[in-house]
C-alpha cells in the first residue's frame, strides 16, 4: 500500500503510532499477514491567507502507485479542489485502489454542491471556518499548536501576506 501525505504531517504521526500498535498486538507472521507500506510526502496547497486561490499545486513524481493500493491523508477537506486534484491525479497514474482518510471534513455548500464526497475515513466534521493547529496552517504560522481551533481577526491581521 501507498500512503501520500500532503501536508496531515501531525495526524499522520498519531494516525502512524497506532497503526504501529495495531500490527505489534497482531504480530504477523508472514509477509502476506502483514500490509507494508510505502510513504510519499508531497505540498499540496490551495491557499492564501484564509481564502482559496481556486487552483491546486501538487505533484507525485514518482510512479510506484501504478497498480498500488493508495490512501490519501488529509489533514482537512475544504473547499474540495486539493481532494479532487490529488484522486484525479493518482488515478491518472494508474493506481489499482484509492482511498482518502481525514481528520477534519468541514461542513460548507460548496464542497457538497461542487464536489459530493466524502472521505473514506474522517475523524471529525467541523462548521464553515478557518481552523488551525494541529499542522493546520495560516500563511505557514500557527501550525505549531497542539491542538485545532478557529484563528481569530487579530492573528489573520497579524500574519496576512
Known sequence: ????LTGAYQFFLDLNTSLKKVRAIRN???EKEDV???FFFSKATSYENDKSVGTVQFE???????DAHVLIIEDIF????TMKKIVDTVNQKGAKSVKSCVLLHKKNNDNMKYFDY???YIGFCIPDKFVIGYGLDFNDFL???EHVCVISQLAI???KV
Open 143 to 145: 501550525r505549531d499548536m
Open 28 to 30: 504477523p507472521k508472514t
Open 36 to 38: 507494508l507500506l510505502k
Open 60 to 66: 507525485i513524481k514518482d510512479s510506484a502507485i501504478t
Open 78 to 81: 475544504d473547499t474540495g479542489l
Open 118 to 120: 466524502f472521505s473514506d
Open 157 to 159: 491581521d497579524k500574519y
Open 1 to 4: 500500500m501507498v500512503i501520500i
